[in-house]
Nanobody, 128 residues
Framework: VQLVESGGRSVQVGGSLRLSCAAI????????MGWLRQAPGKEREFVAG????????FYPDSVKGRFTISRDNSKNVTFLQMDSLKPEDTAVYYC??????????????????????WGQGTQVTVSS
C-alpha cells in the first residue's frame, strides 16, 4: 500500500486545515487507518484513528473536540479535519495503515509501532 498525504501548510492560531491521505493499492476498505504526528525533538504521537468500518474512532485528549477523522472507502481516501489549531499542533503529520491481512478486525491502533505502512508526511505549521 502506498499512502500519499496532502494539505499541510502554514496557518495562524485558531485556523483550520484539512489533510487528505490517498491510498494506492491494497484493500483500503478493509484497512484500519490512523493519523500520527511528529514535532521536532519529540516522539511520533497518535492523533486520530478510524476502523475500516468507519464506526470506531478515537482521539487522544490533546486533539479531542478539535480534530475529526473520516474516510471514504469508495475513493480510498482518509481525511483529518483540524480546527482551532494551536502552536503545539505544529508537526509533520503522517497517514498510516495497518496490514489488513495481519490485523483484520475493525479497531483502533494507538501505538505507532502497530502501523505497517506510512505516508511521506505533510508539514503543518501553526503560528501566532
Amino acid at each position: 500500500v502506498q499512502l500519499v498525504e496532502s494539505g499541510g501548510r502554514s496557518v495562524q492560531v485558531g485556523g483550520s486545515l484539512r489533510l487528505s491521505c490517498a491510498a494506492i493499492g491494497g484493500r483500503f476498505s478493509r484497512t484500519n487507518m490512523g493519523w500520527l504526528r511528529q514535532a521536532p525533538g519529540k516522539e511520533r504521537e497518535f492523533v486520530a484513528g478510524i476502523s475500516w468500518t468507519g464506526d470506531t474512532i478515537f482521539y487522544p485528549d490533546s486533539v479531542k473536540g478539535r480534530f475529526t477523522i473520516s474516510r471514504d472507502n469508495s475513493k480510498n481516501v482518509t481525511f483529518l479535519q483540524m480546527d482551532s489549531l494551536k502552536p503545539e499542533d505544529t508537526a509533520v503529520y503522517y497517514c498510516a495503515a495497518v496490514d489488513p491481512d495481519r490485523k483484520p478486525l475493525p479497531r483502533i491502533y494507538r501505538d505507532p509501532k502497530a502501523y505497517d505502512y506510512w505516508g511521506q508526511g505533510t508539514q503543518v505549521t501553526v503560528s501566532s
